[in-house]
């Protein structure tokens, strides 16, 4: 067993080393693409298999923990290095996990919701501001109603980026507490490269992000909590708006 799984990892890295190099010089070019081995249109180009989490990430192994934040943090920075300069990454190391490129964004969209609201809070304690405001009611009344709407949502957007945001590596690796022998969980790798996709790491993140929360009604509950950053997201912006619009009556930020 051991020489195998020998044997499997040095494949595993060869064939990555191989994916990384030919998705760079290949940059977007198909007929290099498909020599290096890209999967045919009718081949599925994942490998997906029930795990057994308890005994996959043993609740009393301290290294379970630190594997689980590895999982997460592989499925990030994939994304990330596809996002600042690979981008035939998002085809090689991505392929069919564009759910979790969504929640990669929305995860990160907590973090800007947190400065929206320091920022809102700030221009609300600036007396330049709030004499703008006073000087027109109609905009104060628009201002002051995005703001409250926004506000209702700050504890939840507060949690998000506290758990699975940008402090992820304290919250994903308790995840595995939750799991007991038996419980199983889809795993997913890459066909043509032998690489993990971000499928494993869904999981991890949503059991951070709903920990009392059953597994059988993650979905529900993740499509509340999306629709409820959503709506803070757009009400943070109506305000933004609105305060740009009256600095730029004062200082011609925007051509006549």
Sequence with gaps: MGEKKTLWATQLMSSLRRALRAAVRAGGNPDERQAVGYAAPDMPRTKTWE?????????????????ARLVVLHADLTLECAGIGTPELFDVLDRGR???????????????????RDLLDQLMANPTFRKWLADEPEYETKFIVCKGAFDQRRQLFERIRNEIGEHVVEHVGATVHRFKGG?????????ETGILTPRLAETFMLA???????TDQWDAEFRRIIG????ATVEGLRAMVIALHLYDKHYSVFPL
Excluded at 183 to 191: F, N, W, Y
Excluded at 209 to 214: G, Q, W
Aim: charged share 30%; net charge negative.
């Design 51 to 67: 795990l057994d989490f308890g005994r996959a990430f043993p609740r009393d192994e301290p290294l379970a923990g630190l594997m």
């Design 98 to 116: 564009e759910h979790y490129r969504r929640m990669h964004f929305f995860r990160s969209s907590t973090g800007s919701l947190v400065a929206v």
């Design 183 to 191: 419980d199983t969980v889809l795993a997913e790798v890459d066909r």
């Design 208 to 214: 951070a992000l709903m920990p009392d929360v059953p």
């Design 228 to 231: 409820e950053v959503r709506d």
